[in-house]
């Protein structure tokens, strides 16, 4: 008889359930009930991330004229800060990667894990580009217009043309088909791989520039109003690279 810790090694080395596992399940020794268990709800997680992966793809193959067109989904990150730019990312995914299994809304992941996909997303994709539209531009136009021209500004700097492009919230100039998704990051791959990428490329931008001006705590807020972040601006005033556009800076500039 196998011991408890030899048992345990196994079904931690398991990936999907084999004939030698039906003595597993009847050994009555505590410690084997405990590592089946781990080993069962481990397997259920596993399973609940391919399904949710597989009905991304359905979702994204969905949209597709035909079996070999090319989608591109698009997001943004930063709409909401009052520092930094809004970063956009238009992705173009193979039909299927095992590598990009467990790719969900940036929002959802810890950062460890945006940064760990977005490694493999930039890996494996046909096709990917990241846009960054400055504090100027977004009060100039305003953030929504700022948002609308970054993403079009994504999609259009693609290596291979998209057949079709979906993104996140947001219908844009494009000249070939669209369809903007509610929620999209988490119904679509594409959408939901383009989200990533914007993400870890503006914490990544907000971290440099939290160097630059380490007063205001960039790194830690990324740029959102955060109390500290505040209180930062009334007692340094806002940067070149705050949003002159957005409460509470609009009206600091007046005084």
Known sequence: MKTIKEITIALKQATQLEPWMDAIQRDERAGVQRAWASFEKRLAKEQAVLEAHKQKLQFDASYLPHADAYLAGVDEAGRGPLAGPVV???????????????????????????ENYAARIKEHAISYFVHFQPAEVIDSVNIYEATRQ??????????????????????LPVAM????????????????????LAKTARDEYMEQLDKEFPQYGFAQHAGYGTKQHLEALEEFGPTEHHRKSFEPIKSMMKR
């Open 88 to 114: 956009t990312a238009a992705v173009v995914l193979p039909n299927y990667c095992q590598e990009l299994v467990g790719i969900n809304d940036s929002k959802q992941l810890t950062k460890e894990m945006r």
């Open 150 to 171: 970054s993403m079009l500004a994504s999609v259009e700097g693609l290596a291979v043309q998209p057949d079709i492009v979906i993104a996140d919230a947001m219908t």
């Open 177 to 196: 088909p669209q369809h903007a998704i509610i929620k999209g990051d988490a119904q679509s791959l594409s959408i939901a791989a383009a989200s990533i």
